[in-house]
């Protein structure tokens, strides 16, 4: 049972222009959602995250998007940048552990 | 460098061999994971560790033996592993702080079985 989903495995975008990332869960016990980053042969590193208490949280370039009666949140990124190319995983926690549940990822390609 | 130290980065062993992975982190936090990572799968939560504790086992074999003698470090003992045993294992750690609750990853071991 896929508890995190991210339902699109590829996404290409222009320079300059924004990406969307989205990413739908089924666990309404999850409070606190994460955006990683991986290039290849590298562990995730760590973008941006929001609390199940707010629905958008910015930072810079980065700004995720909670949607909790959907059970959807999305990551925009603008402008977007060649160096974005990369695999991106959302992950939500569940409430009251410290066990995080990530998505299957999307490859981000921007195009110069 | 994220302050998660992942070694060997990276290892090939037969289905007969035993090996162990070693992750260190310096960091100062309590907890510690590890996470598997096969082609277009997401990463799976193997194992958990909170101050010692073991506190996730996600139905991982016995043919992985995890062991975390301390906070600051985390190994994972391998032994009669499956050629479908081949990904990347990513350790990871994290804080008790309530008000920063992101995970910081190593650089993970690429494992191969033959």
């Known amino acids: 049972d896929q508890q995190v989903k991210q339902n699109s495995p590829s996404l290409s975008v222009q320079e300059g222009r924004i990406s969307i990332l989205n990413c739908d869960y089924t666990?309404?016990?999850?409070?606190?959602f994460l955006w990683y980053k991986k290039y290849p042969a590298e562990g995730p590193t760590f973008l941006i995250s929001?609390?199940?208490?707010?629905d958008k949280n910015e930072d810079g370039r980065f700004t995720v998007f909670l949607n909790k009666s959907a059970k959807h949140l999305s990551l925009h990124i603008v402008p977007s940048q060649p160096g974005d190319s990369a695999v991106y995983f959302c992950?939500?926690?569940?409430?009251?552990?410290?066990?995080?549940?990530f998505g299957t990822g999307t490859r981000l390609k921007v195009l110069a | 460098e994220t302050g998660v130290t992942q070694t060997p980065r990276h290892l090939v062993m037969g289905m007969t061999n035993k090996k162990s992975l070693k992750c260190e982190q310096h960091?100062?936090?309590?907890?510690m994971y590890w996470y598997k990572q096969s082609a277009k799968k997401p990463l799976e939560l193997m194992f958990v560790?909170?101050?010692?504790?073991?506190?996730e086992n996600n139905s991982v074999p016995s043919r992985f033996s995890p062991e975390c003698p301390n906070s600051s470090h985390l190994f994972l003992h391998l032994h009669t592993l499956q050629p479908e045993d081949s990904a990347l294992y990513l350790c990871?750690?994290?804080?008790?702080?309530?008000?920063?609750?992101?995970?910081?990853f190593g650089s993970g071991t690429q494992l191969s079985v033959l």
């Open positions: 990871a750690s994290r804080g008790e702080s309530a008000t920063n609750e992101k995970l910081f």
């Open positions: 666990n309404s016990m999850f409070d606190y």
């Open positions: 929001i609390s199940s208490i707010k």
């Open positions: 992950a939500a926690k569940h409430s009251g552990t410290y066990k995080y549940i």
């Open positions: 960091l100062g936090h309590n907890a």
């Open positions: 560790y909170n101050f010692k504790e073991q506190t």
